[in-house]
């Protein structure tokens, strides 16, 4: 079966404005403006299979947007070629537009003044989505993201969360087959996210929808994608299972201890002692894989120990730690 | 005709938007009826001095007048809300969501906000031109009235496709909020019939600016001055201005695609 998206030597360099600070610059940067390259994604490669869901993570500005945004349509590359059901993306064309969404959580494609409904009619009519298809699509979306009792209401009167089931909602009326999300669950608390992801894992499940998307909380991608595609300073730094990532980047592990007196007793001499905000009783050391039993048995010999645990670092520290390699 | 549902949507949610504000709605139908009554106040000013202007009798003028306002109401339903909306739309990146829709993306830009309430304003114009020919006193013929429709026509197809222009150069520049305001000083230039310009200042208003072709062209064929060859130039520039205007939206929306980030 041939990949859902396929890219290949995916390059975007943007020519970017450059001038010094200051009131002399700013005139001399009015007659001769002076550009320089950035180079926000260099020669990606990676393929997609039909419902996969995938987490692109990089720290802000590593090119997350960019590549989306030209497997989307939005920007042409500057060298490299992308396939997305079977369409290049950045031609678009009616059929391509029509089988995919971009769902951007911090623009807005909902009317501000009218109630949600009216948006979701008029991307009826744009999308050309038969009545019988809109209401069955839409019984299911409410079923859901329980969007009815929101729907009356201006949005700008809607919570943020309630706001982004709806911008979530209007993208998938046309039931896209694939979707790019951009920070889908940015700036909502703790349940909004929740809710979000729970939706798009069940969406998934049922539609077999093929989904890509970009966050910050780690969270989401820890709990929606098997697969991760990291990408630092526009190069992709790692593609694979989520699981196998703290094997090949990191190959530490955590071993926490619960000690009597734990102030008095030295844990830097068996491992590099790291501070861990969640559990704030125990003491933790970061030690290499191979090394786990030896120095656990150590340590069960020489402290006073009541507990002690073994774990993976913390996805968040293996992925910092992966941006630097 | 999936063209017309769409423009039915489009209108049902502007309806909607508009009743949203009530006080506004009110207070811009006032307004709308003060101006009008101003504007034939200073008609009769210049006609109690004067008898004709350029050329032309009062009635003439006020049929003017109609055509003038039928070109201002497409600018104040369609143009200006779609102007603020469309800088709106680049500067907050919701731009972005009207490339990827599956329609074409002039006629979203075109349509997507309706000043609603201006619609009466349209049959108020057709009024002074039905009004401003009969004070004129013209034996107009089928032909003629049938020159004008067309030749009004084209001439705000003319206004249309230079408003697409200026907002798509907003693509290159980035920030060009003032884009339209180029278009509003010229269009009061057209509130006068271009005789009453001297004559360099006429083949500017006429040839280079075409407010003319859309104000005083088309009364000029209802009067029955324009022979046939100069009908259909005026036809051909409002069509061939549309084409320009469609390939220099095409370009710069390709150009947004390629710079910006």
Known sequence: MTPTIKVNQLSKTYQVPEREGGFGAAVRGFFNRKYKDVKA???????????????????????????????????????????????????????????????????????????????????????RIPDDEYKETYKELDELLELEPLMKKPVRNLSLGERMKCEIAVGLLHRPKVLFLDEPTIGLDITGQARIREFLQEYNKRTGATIILTSHY??????????????????LKYDG??????????????????????????????GEVVENMEDADKKFIQVKADEVTRITSRLLADLPIRDITIADPPIEDVIEQAFNA | MHILKLLSAFLKVNIQMSLAYRADTVVNILLNLMWLAWELLSLNIIFS???????????????????????????????????????????????????????????LVTFSRITVWRFWDLILAVVLIVI???????????????????????????????????????????????????????????????TVYPVWLRIIVTFIIPIAVATTIPLQALRGELGLNQVLIFLFVGIASFVIATQVWKTGLKRYSGASS
């Not at chain 1, 780690?218 to 190069?235: K, N, P, Y």
Request: hydrophobic share 45%; proline share 3%; net charge negative.
């Open chain 1, 241 to 270: 299972g989520i699981n196998d990532l703290s094997k090949k980047i990191a190959p530490f592990k955590l071993i926490g201890v619960l000690m009597e007196n734990a102030d008095e007793h030295d844990l830097s001499k068996y």
């Open chain 1, 218 to 235: 780690m969270a989401d991608v820890t709990a929606l994608c098997e697969r991760i595609i990291i990408i630092h300073h526009g190069q």
């Open chain 1, 41 to 127: 994604v260099q020669q990606v490669d990676f393929k997609i299979e039909q419902g996969e869901v995938v987490g692109f993570l990089g720290p802000n500005g590593a090119g997350k947007t960019t590549t989306l945004k030209m497997l989307s349509g939005l920007l042409h590359p500057t060298s490299g070629t992308a396939d997305v059901l079977g369409f290049t993306p950045w031609e678009l064309k009616t059929e391509y537009l029509r089988s995919m969404t971009l769902v951007m959580g911090q623009r807005n494609r909902l009317s501000w003044d009218i109630p949600a409904a009216d948006s979701f009619l008029l991307n009826q009519a744009i999308y």
């Open chain 2, 49 to 107: 001095n004067t008898q004709t202007l350029g050329g032309w009798g009062l009635g003439e003028l006020i049929a003017l007048l109609g055509v003038f306002r039928l070109i201002n109401t497409m600018m104040i339903a369609f143009i200006w809300p779609n102007t603020e909306k469309f800088n709106q739309s680049i500067r907050d990146g919701s731009m972005d969501y009207t490339i990827l829709q599956p329609a074409n993306s002039m006629f």
């Open chain 2, 132 to 194: 401003g020919i009969n004070m004129s006193g013209d034996s107009i013929n089928a032909l003629q009235i049938l020159t004008f429709i067309l030749l009004a026509l084209s001439g705000m197809v003319v206004i249309y496709s230079l408003w697409i222009v200026l907002i798509a150069l907003t693509f290159w520049f980035t920030k060009f909020d003032n884009n339209v305001t180029i278009l509003q000083a010229l269009l009061d230039a057209g509130r006068y019939p271009a």
